[in-house]
């Protein structure tokens, strides 16, 4: 199993440019999440999803927006890029609330 | 929401050391609670976890403990190496959101 992974790793963005972060797991888990981490700093929740067609905002939703029509797949997109946008986003799934979350390696986006 | 805060937010020890991080949570309905370790450039990954219904783990060197009245809960690890050094997270899960503590930068010295 690859478990999760995650396109592009690193990547630059213009100010106002958008772009889709991609990720996928292959372990069938029903729940998906998309963090982002700021240099020196904890991970903070930007949205999640339960299963299939069902998405809900974490603690910093703006600027983002997310789908869920696979199982596998939960694409993260950012519509005109802002500079506090620079950080690096985790994806992580899960199989159910009180299990381990096993994330992905990580992209590394800089908006200049 | 639950707000979790950690402390301290770095750690320097001598090998063979013990390290202690001590977490506390706001929301009385969290249930689980979860250390990650973050090595410098890679993902978190976790090293053990504890429920509410349990007061204690322990996994080799490295143990939990959870005091649900005082709404805290710390992460224990013995007999430190510098394969130890990374920063450390803990978390505690209201509902279906895990939240996460700010980290504790470990540093375990030679």
């Known amino acids: 199993n690859a478990g999760v992974t995650q396109t592009p790793k690193f990547r630059i963005l213009k100010i106002g440019q958008s772009m889709t972060l991609q990720c996928t797991q292959d372990?069938?888990?029903?729940?998906m999440y998309w963090y982002r981490q700021d240099p020196g700093m904890g991970l903070k929740l930007i949205y999640y999803?339960?299963?299939?067609?069902?998405?809900d905002k974490g603690e910093v939703p703006n600027g983002y927006n997310v789908s869920r029509s696979t199982t596998e797949d939960f694409p993260l997109r950012l519509e005109l890029a802002a500079p506090s946008q620079t950080s690096v986003y985790f994806c992580a799934s899960s199989y159910d609330r009180y299990n381990e979350q096993f994330f992905g390696p990580g992209t590394r986006l800089t908006v200049l | 929401g639950e707000n979790v805060e950690q402390h301290p937010s770095t750690l320097s020890v001598q090998e063979g050391d013990s390290a202690v991080i001590k977490c506390t949570y706001s929301d009385s309905a969290s249930n689980y609670f979860p250390w990650y370790k973050q090595e410098l450039g890679k993902r978190p990954q976790l090293i053990i976890d504890i429920r509410s219904n349990v007061g204690e783990k322990k996994d080799q060197r490295i143990a939990v403990t959870l005091n649900k009245t005082a709404k805290h809960f710390s992460l224990h690890i013995t007999e430190t190496q510098p394969e130890d050094s990374a920063v450390y997270f803990c978390?505690?899960?209201?509902?279906?959101?895990?939240?996460f503590g700010g980290g504790t930068r470990l540093m375990v010295k030679p």
């Open positions: 978390a505690a899960w209201a509902g279906n959101v895990l939240t």
């Open positions: 372990m069938n888990h029903n729940y």
């Open positions: 999803s339960v299963g299939a067609g069902i998405t």
